[in-house]
């Protein structure tokens, strides 16, 4: 009997948690993206920079698959963005909380819960509003909440399934400051456990404390992309001077 | 299962949402009465052209108030950017369009066998001779209302006249259904049952939701993900 033979060594280039390849977008005529080509490698945070209108946001929402490419392509973990079990693994945060004004917090989550398929759904919504210190006002309707605490639960949902991937779109903006607090503290401890964040951003200092990987998009198109480093955190108007419109 | 399942937690969802708020069910239920009251008072006519015209005031009621329910299903999704939600969530848009449209059919229904006895005090018409027969006449044009409705709800979301594009677009899809139901309903008014005269009209139904629920479903996803 021959000896088996050992296996060949995978030669294969490791999967990138977001891979986004050629990627164009048009809306009618007009490309809102022009060959976008970025990764994001497993337990990076790239931070999306550049000036209203470059793009970002359409990018975030064809990557989250809301909206398909015109050309090109885009995977998460090598997979559609639009298949189900890719679906489970990202959790995304828009502009809008994306939460039910008629319901109560921990309906809301329990909801998210039940259609991400979670073995116990109101477990795991009742953990994430103690996270996010919501606990006491879990039955309370969301249209009665403060801003702040709409924030919060915004959060707690785009969490709730532990995404392995958090695609978040200008996540600082409008956050009061004990959201900003909770929200930095869940993504060093997501990517700390090896998870993928993917952000666009208008506040530059907040992201590049986080950030591993910058990416700068101008009009559509990649200017920069890059790693995090000591001078862009010190100086986070540098990349804009250098590769931005001025 | 797990489809099912979905399906029931988004029909649950819309419907535990509209009765906190009773936004359109109070609308829809308003408006059917008020232009069911109003025909009564503009016109005065007899027991046998009520019979004859019972169907076409009926369905003319119920579509133009159902589709003040179907305006708010993906409507009401745009409030916070919740449709964003429901489709990054890992369900086929098909359950997502089913659990609508089970939650729009419950309503619409609830809205219609409310107005119908009114119907009957208004107009003094003893409707119910035929009650089961009409009861499916009713269950079958309203699924396939709510069916067409919806996707065109899904379809006109984002578009900012809305309330005016679904009935333009819904309607004239309708046509082949409500005239069928306002055939059969006339004549079960009337007290005549479906024979086999006029069952070519129900079968016309049957293939109406069958073709436009499994169209519906087939197309959801192309019709949400832009």
Redesign the interface.
Known sequence: MTPPRPAAPDTRPPVSAVGIESVWKFYGDFPALKNVNLEAPPGACLALIGRNGAGKTTLLRTIAGFSRPGKGAITIFGTSPREAETRRLMGYIGHGISVYDELSALENLTLYGRLYGLPNPRAAALDWLERTGLERVKDGLVREFSRGMRQRLAVARAFLHEPKVLLLDEPFTALDDRAIAVLQRLLREALASGKTIVMSTHQLREALELATHVALLNRGQVAFHGPCTLELVSDPGWVYARYGEG | M?FF??VF?IMA?DL??EF??KEAINASLSFALVVLLLFSFAFDPDEETIRAISGGLLWIVFAFAGTLLLNRSFAREL????L?????????GSALFLGKAFANFLLVLAVELVALPLFGIFYNVHWTSQFWQLMLVIVLTTWGMTVTGTIFSALTVNIRLREVMLPILNFPILIPALLGAMQLTSSLVAGKPITADNDSWLKMLIGFDVMYTSVSVFLV?IVL??
Do not use: F, G
């Open positions: 797990a399942r979905q937690v969802k535990r949402a906190r708020t409030n916070n950017d919740c964003d939600a429901l489709i990054s969530a890992p369900i086929p996803e993900v832009s």
